[in-house]
């Protein structure tokens, strides 16, 4: 017995929802709009989570054109005059195959079905000034367009705006022509649009293909970052990713571009994703890019970073990368597309840039033999070894001996805000003394509970010594041997909107705290170096991100990055422009965080103090011809020397 009801129309009935079709004009509905508004009844935890988004269709075109429309246009144009060539156009267009692996209401198929058509009408108004002819039979079907898609309602949703598509593109070719329309009912057969989960499917199956099958892969893939995925995301990306030693920490998206490489491997398909930018920046370089070259794949055209808008109810605005990949053999010539231009280049690295496939990895020494940069003190301690200003004066109140055993801590967020925040510190000399101290015994006694408490051995074992921090980075390993002792502060994160990320000097009576960086009794033309514009391009190509904000790595950024051989007067002159950005910070006052602005940031940008920003670009200046006599074009020029400088390094060190 059928699981379906019977439904019987009356006349009326049915007269009714006969008229009320009529009524909608099918023909002024753009389905790729349609879907989004279709989706807008979707649960936003669905949307958020599976990437449905409505993408405009000047992003779209973005993927498509660099792909397969932008030749076949050039072919078309080849092609006026000679009746052979257009029809053989036609007939490549015609055996031509897509699939979107991540389609959501399937905007990219819609776009590149209408962009197709009309291409293929053109290319039937110049058969008819060559034969006269009036027969124009449509050879685009919709038969070559599949799909993946992990909600069935988006599924429903896809083949919908494909039909709707299909009876608009006949509706114009009508219009155009006028003596021929395709009938849109029966409906044509949609290529395998599956319901599934994309990582779990094969893909080959669904769009089988041979070496020399003309097929493109392409789409807006979910994204999730490693560590924000919810934890059965992982049983999907393991069997991709598993083999890869932090794979965890890799994107969702990731799998994605593993997946595409080999499909398109040794094979004539190719294909174009958007993605988050983070895939071409930090660890995931190194983790990612090796396991998609294994495939004999290579960047065929790339959009450097850019702010993704579309017109979903939540705006995704994130900063996203487009990137094309194809089969080694295939590529004619390769673009890169940056701030509205596009470059021929020779060849396009993991990191965008024209340049050789170089990859940076980490490393535990740095390779331009610099200073050691250690990670701040870990307290571990619950809380309790830490003091508000409050908390401090209260202490000093009661018992004005306990000074001694105080310190000012900084990390990131204390330092760039200027949030005075102290701490107990103490060591094996002085710590018998301290607990005489009632407030301070109370508060060891605790950080001695909360440390057996926990389940990692090595916090266990740290118990026995509650009266300090847990981890006291190379703090006790450095000698002071002169009045003047400076501990360059180093914030793990901070914002990505700034134009350089605002490092300072401490002195060896604040204690730097975990999540800060502290490169100790550090000479002052570090500072400078680490302030200019070599360094900061390094750190945004290189670097690691929590979520948008940079995140500074010591075995990724600080001890990867090149620097030149230096001399006594260039040192000098840096340590001098350093010493002018430090007088401006403390003559302007306010806080780091105020005096840095935030000049880049898409909502409610505030600017760089306009003295610093001028004291930078001198620093820059003198920075850069350490490293080239001439000026340098952009930061692209700037990093694909870094990189060619980091390459050198590492053959030399091996």
Known sequence: MSRYALVVFSKKSR????????????????????????????????????????????????????????????????AKGNETKLNNLLERMRKMKFMDPACGSGNFLIITYKELRRLEMDIFEELGKINNSTMYVPTIDLGQFYGIEIEDFAVDVTRLSLYIADHQMNLELKRRYGDYLRETLPLHKVGDIRCGNALRLDWNEILPHEKDDEVYLFGNPPYKGGKSQPKEYKKYTKPIIGHIKGWKNLDYITCWFILGSRYISNSK????????????????????????YKNNVEINFAYTSFKWNNNAKNN??????????????????????????????????????????????????????LPLMSLGNMPKDGGNLMLTEEERDKLLLNYPNSEK????????????????????????????????????????????????SSTAQSTREAASYAYKFKQRGHYDNVTVSKEQFNTIVVPRVSSESRIYVPFGLSNQNVIISDSAMAIY?????LLGLLESRMHMVWLENVGRKLETRYRYSSVLVYNTFPVPELSTRRKNEI????????DIREEEGGTLAELYGSPLAAKNPKPMNSRLLEAHKELDKVVDRAYKSTDFKDDNERLALLLNMYSEMVNKEG
């Open 15 to 78: 007269n009714l929802i006969i008229e009320a079709g009529e009524l909608i004009g099918w023909d002024k509905v753009n389905p790729d709009i349609l879907g989004s508004m279709l989706q807008a009844v979707a649960s936003e935890d669905k949307r958020s989570h599976l990437g449905m988004h409505y993408t405009s269709v000047p992003n779209i075109m973005k993927v498509i054109n660099p792909l397969f429309l932008d030749d076949l246009h050039e072919e078309f144009e080849k």
């Open 269 to 292: 398909a190719k294909l174009s994703f958007v993605s988050t930018n983070s895939i071409c920046q930090g660890e995931q370089v190194a983790m990612l890019w090796p396991e998609i």
């Open 316 to 369: 995704a605005g994130v900063t996203v990368v487009v990137i094309g990949l194809s089969n080694r053999k295939f590529i004619k010539q390769k673009k890169l597309f940056y701030d509205n231009k596009v470059r021929l280049v020779d060849n396009i690295n993991p990191y965008l840039i024209n340049g050789e496939n170089i990859i940076v990895n980490k490393t535990f020494k740095s390779l331009s033999g």
């Open 405 to 452: 055993y105080i310190r000012r801590i900084t990390g990131s967020k204390e330092y760039i805000n200027d949030i005075a925040r102290y701490c107990i510190w103490l060591n094996d000399d002085n710590y018998k003394e301290a607990m005489d101290i009632p407030l301070i015994k109370k508060r060891i006694e605790k950080v001695k509970d909360f440390r057996l």
């Open 521 to 525: 009794d550090a000479p002052l033309w």
């Open 575 to 582: 340590e001098e422009l350093i010493g002018n950005i430090l």
